[in-house]
């Protein structure tokens, strides 16, 4: 009886919620294909902009630790990889058509009077 149940409500959540582009293998693996070459640039940008931030420090003659140009250098990398990762996460659900994929299933009465 409770298998019966399972598949009478997997039949209604299928009917309710469209099928995501991302579901497709093929749109999916050349979706994640753009997004590690994405990543792949964005790595080598990286560390140009890192070793161009540690050598204007360096060229400015101050009289700096080394902790400072380890902490400058892992604070400029992992922020402009964190910022890689998210931002190509976003290009990569847009240019798929996944957002579009998602619906609001709430009544659009129930939306007007909040």
Known sequence: MRAIANCLREGQVRRMVPRSPLEDP?????AWARYK???RAMVL???VVVVLALGYLYVTDSA???HFYIATGLGVG?????????MGLVFLSSGTGHDESVTDLMDEDEDRRF
């Open 45 to 47: 940008v990286t560390l």
């Open 26 to 30: 093929d749109r999916a693996a050349f």
């Open 37 to 39: 070459r994405l990543m």
């Open 78 to 86: 992992v922020a402009m990889l964190l910022t890689a990762a998210l």
């Open 64 to 66: 700096l630790s080394i």
